[in-house]
Every structure is written in C-alpha cells, then in structure tokens.
T-cell receptor, first 112, second 115 residues
Framework: EAQVTQNPRYLITVTGKKLTVTCSQN?????MSWYRQDPGLGLRQIYYSMNVEVTDKGDVPEGYKVSRKEKRNFPLILESPSPNQTSLYFC???????????FGPGTRLTVL | QQQVKQSPQSLIVQKGGISIINCAYE??????FPWYQQFPGKGPALLIAIRPDVSEKKEGRFTISFNKSAKQFSLHIMDSQPGDSATYFCAASMSGGTSYGKLTFGQGTILTVHP
C-alpha cells in the first residue's frame, strides 16, 4: 500500500531533550516536506527536500533540522525542543512539487 | 509572512446547500493552487487543484473558480453533504524562482454540514 508513515504518533517530552520524528514513504517520491499545524494558523512548512541531499528552509525552520540521506526517509530533528514547538506535525511527499502531496497521519508533540 | 489568506474561518451549511470558501494570494509568481481536505485525526488529502491558465475546474460536486486579476480563488461545494464536514485548506506554490519547493497554505476553514 502506497503510504507515508510517521513515528511516533504521539510524544510528550521536556524542554531541551533532543528528539527525532521519523518519516518514510514507499512511493519513490522525490519531494518531501515537513509541516506543523496550529489552530488558526493552518499548515506551515518547516523544511522541504527536492531530492536526496537537497533540503531547504520553509517558512518556519527555526529550531528544527532535517536530513535526506535516502530517498524514502526524511527525519525531523528537534535538538533542543521548547514549549512553543508543541504542535501537530505532518510529513508529506509527492512525485513532483506541483503534484498530489500525500500526507502522513501526523505526530502530536507536547513539549513541557 | 502570510501570503495566502483564507476565509471564512468556519462555515455552517445545511445539507444540499452550497459551501463557498475563498482564498487570496499576494505573490503573482504562484502558479499552482491546490485545495486539501482534512478529516479529524487524519492528514490532509488533495481534493482538487488548478493552474492560472484556466478560470474554472470542476470535479464532481467540487469546483475551483480562479480570478487571476484579483489574485483570488475559491472552492465551491455543490449539494453539500454531512460527509463533507471537514477542514479545508487552500494552498499555493510556484514552479520556479528562489521559492521553488515552498508550498504555502491558508489558515483553514472548518466546514460543518448539518443534515
């Protein structure tokens, strides 16, 4: 089944404790992206990747890191999480940018 | 900065009615305008998309109307059904330039269709 998977789905952590949210797609898509969703603000792009080893900042990259060492994986790293990073995070992939983006199920992160 | 503004924030419609959601953008370099539908607890899913070379695109009960001169586009849901109750997001991206790869979303509209 074609899909985007994220892990973990739920995470409660404390300020400053490094964490990684994994994202994997099995559709051989070149384009992958991370978003955060907050009430009243919609979806905001954090980072995106056009292909392996090619990443770029979205609209809200501060406090986040990403890497794209393999085509299928695009992990999101929070080196020192803060409470303002409490949010619902989505990973997405598409064959090309201007095409259907397939979203993962989301990761709800709470930083205390 | 918010480059895509979506309204209304919430919308209540009776079954069988027409739901209309509007979006306005600032950057004239945008050339791809998708709409996404999100049900509670799920990730967004592409509903319909349009490029600025056409003024309207229809897929079943869903229609996008595009006004390039006004920099506005809207989603019309005809014969709205309770199963259409969801959050809808408009978005915009560009196929070139320094911002190629960025997808900018509107704030979202929570649609409730009463039976």
């Amino acid at each position: 089944e074609a899909q985007v998977t994220q892990n973990p789905r739920y995470l409660i952590t404390v300020t400053g404790k490094k964490l990684t949210v994994t994202c994997s797609q099995n559709m051989n898509h070149e384009y992958m992206s991370w978003y955060r969703q907050d009430p009243g603000l919609g979806l905001r792009q954090i980072y995106y990747s056009m292909n392996v080893e090619v990443t770029d900042k979205g609209d809200v990259p501060e406090g986040y890191k990403v890497s794209r060492k393999e085509k299928r994986n695009f992990p999101l790293i929070l080196e020192s999480p803060s409470p303002n990073q409490t949010s619902l995070y989505f990973c997405a992939s598409s064959l090309v940018l201007a095409g259907t983006q397939y979203f993962g199920p989301g990761t709800r992160l709470t930083v205390l | 900065q918010q480059q895509v503004k979506q309204s209304p924030q919430s919308l209540i419609v009776q079954k069988g009615g027409i739901s209309i959601i509007n979006c306005a953008y600032e950057n004239t370099a945008f050339d791809y305008f998708p709409w996404y539908q999100q049900f509670p607890g799920k990730g967004p899913a592409l509903l319909i998309a349009i490029r600025p070379d056409v003024s309207e695109k229809k897929e079943g009960r869903f229609t996008i109307s595009f006004n390039k001169s006004a920099k506005q586009f809207s989603l019309h849901i005809m014969d709205s059904q309770p199963g259409d109750s969801a959050t809808y997001f408009c978005a915009a991206s560009m196929s070139g330039g320094t911002s190629y790869g960025k997808l900018t979303f509107g704030q979202g509209t929570i649609l409730t269709v009463h039976p």
